[in-house]
């Protein structure tokens, strides 16, 4: 059974830019997770999707965004780049947030 | 404050020995608690979760929570170089709409 998927594995952007970050849960999972992981960091939320619908957000600017797809894939945007967004950003599937997380390898994002 | 909180460490321990680890949280009506594993350019991977007052033990690890005191640690026994690692907290909140991590605690095992 194929895992959480992520692409791409790194991204480099400039300042202002528009990032896109993709993201493929585990089949039979609804619920996708976005979140950062800036360097020494822990992980900070960013966004809950579940069945096609934004649940909730973390504290971020609205420049974050994202959606969900029918197929429950996932797309994470980043617009107008600013440097302190380079980080890891890591993505999780699950069937609900009381279960078991299920995270991908991520997507390097570094802004130039 | 800090929604959960962990110490940084490093924590270095001994091959064979205890490891602790220690986490808080704020909100009182948390329901939900696990700890993640996280190697070094890696991902985050579950190795417990517990749910009510009172330890929880999985072979080497042992989950312990007390909720009035909003606390939950990790014990690693007969810890080994290869349990070198960040490990994260991480607190489901009480409407189970965030699930919120700790900044993680470096834990060295030295051989």
């Known amino acids: 059974e194929a895992g959480v998927t992520q692409s791409p594995t790194h991204l480099i952007k400039t300042r202002g830019q528009q990032a896109t970050l993709r993201c493929s849960p585990i089949?039979?999972?609804?619920?996708v997770y976005w979140y950062q992981q800036a360097l020494g960091l822990g992980l900070q939320f960013l966004l809950w999707y579940d069945e096609g619908e934004e649940r909730n957000r973390g504290n971020f600017p609205p420049r974050f965004s994202g959606r969900q797809f029918p197929n429950y894939s996932s797309e994470l945007n980043v617009n107008a780049l600013e440097l302190e967004d380079s980080a890891l950003y890591l993505c999780a599937s699950s069937l609900d947030l009381s279960e078991k997380l299920f995270f991908g390898s991520g997507t390097q994002l570094s802004v130039l | 404050q800090k929604e959960v909180e962990q110490n940084s460490g490093p924590l270095s321990v001994p091959e064979g020995a205890i490891a602790s680890l220690n986490c808080t949280y704020s909100d009182r009506g948390s329901q939900s608690f696990f700890w993640y594993r996280q190697y070094s350019g890696k991902s985050p991977e579950l190795i417990m979760f517990i749910y009510s007052n009172g330890d929880k033990e999985d072979g080497r690890f042992t989950a312990q929570l007390n909720k009035a005191s909003q606390y939950v640690s990790l014990l690693i026994r007969d810890s080994q170089p290869s349990d070198s690692a960040t490990y994260l907290c991480a607190v489901l909140m009480e409407y189970g709409n965030k699930l919120v991590f700790g900044a993680g605690t470096i834990l060295r095992v030295k051989s």
């Open positions: 089949s039979g999972h609804t619920s």
